[in-house]
């Protein structure tokens, strides 16, 4: 039987918690004095604009290049955050049999539609999807490529893309009647409910 919404919801939250948590600590020990005078710009920003009167396009390209100016100073930061992702969300399961730590609190894991092995490229596509794991790896390679408006322009218009992506797969998942999201689809795999696989058996 495929999980449901509810308990995909719960264990993604436990999920994203722990990896937050472990994000944010890495943040404090890593960050440099430099990026927390970027953030200060960043949140006195608003103030600044407001009291200048500046135009919507002057203050789009300060976005722009304080956004790119913080992610090269977090460039080192970012690296380890996207690492910690792959390695809880792709190689956790790969070698736990399809769960992540939320999955098995909610007894639920990720299979393969033909009961073959879960592929470490099932993972990744998925966490593209879910996961914004593509924008990340994108953002690495265009941040010292581009100019502030370009960078700020095309991590914006892939972050929209991501959002959309995450709202079609949970619509996906509270409608359709096998409760397959959109990478579940794409990758030919679905979440089990332990619990409700051995209830079936057992009747």
Same mark, same amino acid.
């Given at each position: 039987?495929?999980?449901?919404? $509810?308990? %995909?919801?719960?264990?993604?939250?436990?999920?994203?918690?722990?990896?937050?948590?472990?994000? &944010?600590? *890495? =943040?404090?020990?890593?960050?440099?004095?430099? @990026?927390?005078?970027?953030?200060?710009? #960043?949140?006195?920003?608003?103030?600044?604009?407001?009291?200048?009167? /500046?135009?919507?396009?002057?203050?789009?390209?300060?976005? @722009?290049? $304080?956004? $790119? =100016?913080?992610?090269? /100073? !977090?460039?080192?930061?970012?690296? *380890?955050?996207?690492?910690?992702?792959?390695?809880?969300?792709?190689?956790?399961?790969?070698?736990?049999?399809?769960?992540?730590?939320?999955?098995?609190?909610?007894?639920?894991?990720?299979?393969?539609?033909?009961?073959?092995?879960?592929?470490?490229?099932?993972?990744?596509?998925?966490? *593209?999807?879910? !996961?914004?794991? +593509?924008?990340?790896?994108? &953002? #690495?390679?265009?941040?010292? $490529?581009?100019?502030?408006?370009?960078?700020?322009?095309?991590?914006?218009?892939?972050?929209? @893309?991501?959002?959309? +992506?995450?709202?079609?797969?949970?619509?996906?998942? *509270?409608? %359709?009647?096998?409760?397959?999201? +959109?990478?579940?689809?794409?990758?030919?795999?679905?979440?089990?409910? /332990?619990?409700? /696989?051995?209830?079936?058996? %057992?009747?």
């Amino acid at each position: 039987m495929n999980a449901s919404f $509810l308990k %995909r919801g719960g264990a993604y939250l436990i999920d994203i918690a722990l990896v937050s948590i472990i994000m &944010s600590f *890495i =943040s404090i020990v890593f960050t440099t004095q430099n @990026a927390n005078r970027l953030t200060e710009q #960043f949140l006195s920003l608003n103030e600044s604009t407001i009291t200048n009167n /500046e135009d919507i396009m002057t203050y789009y390209n300060r976005v @722009a290049d $304080l956004t $790119l =100016s913080l992610d090269k /100073e !977090n460039f080192m930061i970012n690296i *380890i955050n996207c690492v910690i992702i792959i390695l809880y969300f792709v190689v956790l399961p790969l070698y736990q049999k399809g769960q992540t730590l939320g999955k098995k609190i909610f007894k639920i894991r990720i299979v393969r539609d033909d009961k073959e092995y879960l592929g470490a490229n099932d993972l990744i596509v998925r966490n *593209i999807i879910v !996961n914004g794991l +593509l924008n990340t790896l994108l &953002s #690495f390679c265009l941040v010292f $490529l581009l100019s502030g408006f370009e960078y700020f322009t095309i991590v914006s218009i892939l972050a929209f @893309a991501q959002i959309t +992506l995450i709202i079609i797969s949970i619509f996906m998942i *509270i409608i %359709r009647k096998d409760k397959r999201g +959109l990478q579940d689809i794409i990758t030919k795999t679905h979440v089990i409910d /332990e619990q409700m /696989e051995v209830e079936y058996e %057992r009747v």
